[in-house]
């Protein structure tokens, strides 16, 4: 499914995705600054199959998955996938594609909001997700919401000379700082 | 790649699934012993659908399956992804049943090896993981037998028997299979020590 408009800080917010959004993924994925930690750089994803890929994230039971938006403007994508309903857990990803916005606190707020949904509307009791270990800003932004390390795989993958270990990560409810609930579950007057 | 070909150990052989064994895996994913030690390989279903899946499974581009069998006797299954794109070549184990009537003789250890040495003796992978639930007692066993060193534990991961269990990630490095058994396992004889 798509998840609904979740509005954060700082003109972010979370929103279904569009066709317009698919599209710009195939662009993103093939870029050096955005492929640093993250894909191969190489895809079977076109502008012509992205309205396929849309309709399978869309009918899809076990994903939520969302466009990032700064400033009115699609930037990337954030999601859910993989859920277990009977676990009740799920592995959680981020994507920014405008490599020039990076270091601007979007991904920290998109994960916010993430995992605010997550806990309060899908009633799930844990989430997780590997990041290289190298690829900070990504951990960080998922730390900030509760997510703690539970491993590290070493020498995952090599890249530029290079072996990347993987930063492990798993997060709970009880793990969601509570100063930061975002509306609408912090507002006043909220049935919560 | 998709059904696995034979691979010879002391007491099991693995060897290419048929579908005559279709009866008996849907019969192990039905079993609740199996299912509280380990995720399934498909639920169980009608024969049709087990031989629909067989066939899907001959596709499969990255993971193989064989059957695991003793003296003639079809006792287990075990499916594995193979290769890796950006990390070194690789095996990812994904299930490894032994028929529980059979359990405690013995056979996991010994299919195990075999499996393993098919991975680092004759495809020379650098590597092999697999998570396991953590009271997986006889698994966790045989991954400390084979070498597997345990790299992150995930907490409360899967919802079985009204509780929720961890998981442990394992994985089996190249230099662990040379150390521990690249000498006593090897599939052929060194070339020019082979009979004529
Ligand atoms: C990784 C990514 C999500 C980070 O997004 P971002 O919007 O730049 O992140 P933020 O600005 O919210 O930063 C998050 C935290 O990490 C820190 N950070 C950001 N970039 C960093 C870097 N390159 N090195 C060290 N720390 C960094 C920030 O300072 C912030 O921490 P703080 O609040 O304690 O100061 C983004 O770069 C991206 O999508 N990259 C491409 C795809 C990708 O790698 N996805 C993740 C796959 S797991
Ligand atoms: C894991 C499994 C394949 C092991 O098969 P098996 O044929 O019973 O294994 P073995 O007889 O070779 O025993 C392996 C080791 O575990 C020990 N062991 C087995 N069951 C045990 C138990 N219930 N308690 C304590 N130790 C046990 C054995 O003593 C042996 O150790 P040892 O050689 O030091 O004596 C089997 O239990 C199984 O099919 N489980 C369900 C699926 C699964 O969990 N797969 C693994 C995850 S993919």
């Known amino acids: ?23 710009l993924f195939t662009d993103w994925q093939m870029r050096p600054e955005v492929t640093r930690f993250w894909g191969p750089r190489f895809t079977t994803d076109t502008v012509a199959t992205a309205e396929e890929r849309l309709k399978r994230h869309l009918e899809s039971n076990d994903s939520v998955s969302w466009s990032i938006a700064y400033g009115g403007e699609t930037v990337g994508f954030t999601g859910i996938f993989d859920i277990s309903w009977t676990d009740r857990d799920g592995e959680t990803g981020i994507f920014i594609g405008r490599h020039d916005l ?10 916010r909001l993430r995992m605010a949904f997550i806990w309060n509307e899908l009633g799930l009791h844990r989430t997780h ?24 795989y070493p020498r995952s993958w090599f890249r530029s000379g290079e072996w990347f270990d993987e930063w492990l990560g798993e997060a709970f409810p009880n793990t969601f700082p509570a100063g930061k609930l975002p509306s609408p579950w912090r507002d006043e007057g909220h049935p919560k | 790649m998709a059904l696995g070909g034979i ?86 184990l994904q299930h490894f049943i032994v028929d529980p009537d059979q359990w405690r003789k013995g056979y996991g250890l010994d299919a195990a090896l075999a499996l393993h040495r098919y991975f680092f003796d004759y495809l020379d992978l650098k590597r092999s993981g697999f998570e396991l639930r ?48 690249a000498e006593k396992e090897r599939e052929y004889l060194p070339l020019g020590k082979a009979p004529r």
């Open chain 2, 134 to 181: 953590a009271d997986n007692v006889a698994a966790l066993r045989i991954a400390e037998r084979l070498g597997y060193t345990e790299f992150g534990r995930g907490h409360q991961v899967h919802y079985r028997d009204g509780a929720y269990v961890d998981e442990v990630w394992l994985v089996m490095q190249r230099e662990a299979w040379d150390e521990r058994w």
């Open chain 1, 102 to 111: 990076y270091g601007k606190g979007i991904a920290s707020e998109a994960v």
């Open chain 1, 129 to 152: 997700n590997w990041i290289a270990l190298a690829n900070e800003g990504s951990w960080r932004a998922n730390q900030k919401s509760g997510y703690s390390q539970i491993g590290t």
């Open chain 2, 7 to 92: 691979v010879i150990g002391k007491r099991t052989t693995l060897r290419t699934p048929t579908e005559d064994d279709l009866p008996s895996y849907s019969r192990w994913m039905a079993d609740m012993r199996v299912r509280r030690a380990a995720g399934v390989w498909h639920q169980p279903a009608m024969p049709a659908t087990w031989k629909e899946r067989l066939k899907e499974q001959a596709k499969e581009q990255r993971a193989v399956l064989w059957s695991i069998e003793t003296e003639g006797r079809l006792i287990g299954l075990v499916r594995a992804r193979l290769g890796s794109l950006e990390g070194p070549p690789a095996a990812h």
């Open chain 1, 1 to 23: 499914m798509f998840g609904p408009r979740i509005v954060g800080d700082n003109g972010i917010e979370l929103r279904p995705p569009t066709l317009e959004d698919y599209k």
